[in-house]
């Protein structure tokens, strides 16, 4: 046999075994277009939970003194095309709100497919007294749910002024 048919008959051998491991899919989506998706939304409202469930069938619980401090990116494929989630702190305190716009206009200026802003209907998960949240039959106490809410709203209308979001 010649040299030239060893060396292709080998080649085909690693190609063969790199489709077995997986590393051609691997080697694809490194290389593919990713879809780029900030995801915003207020503390607690599930944001990174969010995202784990797009790989996961039950996300863990996160802790609330782990929350997301710095924007994250997800390398996700949903549907086999890749997609880079921009996961970004939800931390409603004034005293960061600098640093988090920050975050959020540089993840912008790298451009983006798009936006989901996540929102849990005032229902956020962090640390909290429970008489504050719920009533004496276990029902979520209408003003809480209200107040929630309004921040919520509030930041939607923060980050709405943060840019302009452009989409490309």
């Known amino acids: 046999m010649s040299d030239a048919l060893t060396i292709?008959?080998?080649a085909v051998k690693v190609i063969e075994l790199a489709a077995q491991q997986g590393w051609?899919?691997?080697l694809r989506y490194a290389f593919s277009k990713?879809?780029?998706?900030?995801v915003l939304g207020s503390t607690g409202t599930g944001k990174t939970n969010f995202l784990q469930s797009l790989t996961e069938s039950v996300p863990e619980?996160?802790?609330q003194m782990n929350r997301?401090?710095?924007a994250e990116q997800h390398r996700i494929k949903v549907d086999k095309t890749p997609f880079v989630f921009v996961d970004t702190p939800g931390d409603d305190?004034?005293?960061h709100r600098a640093q988090r716009n920050d975050q959020i206009r540089a993840a912008i200026s790298e451009g983006l497919s798009g936006a989901i802003n996540v929102v849990s209907y005032?229902?956020?998960e962090y640390r909290t007294n429970e008489a504050d949240v719920f009533d004496a039959t276990g029902a979520p106490k209408a003003a809480f749910l209200e107040s929630h809410r309004k921040v919520e709203i509030?930041?939607?209308?923060?980050w709405r002024d943060l840019s302009a979001i452009e989409i490309r």
């Open 93 to 95: 305190d004034e005293g």
């Open 8 to 10: 292709g008959a080998g």
């Open 34 to 38: 990713k879809q780029r998706v900030l």
């Open 122 to 124: 005032g229902l956020h």
């Open 24 to 26: 051609i899919d691997r």
């Open 154 to 158: 509030d930041m939607l209308a923060q």
């Open 68 to 70: 997301t401090q710095v």
């Open 61 to 63: 619980a996160i802790d």
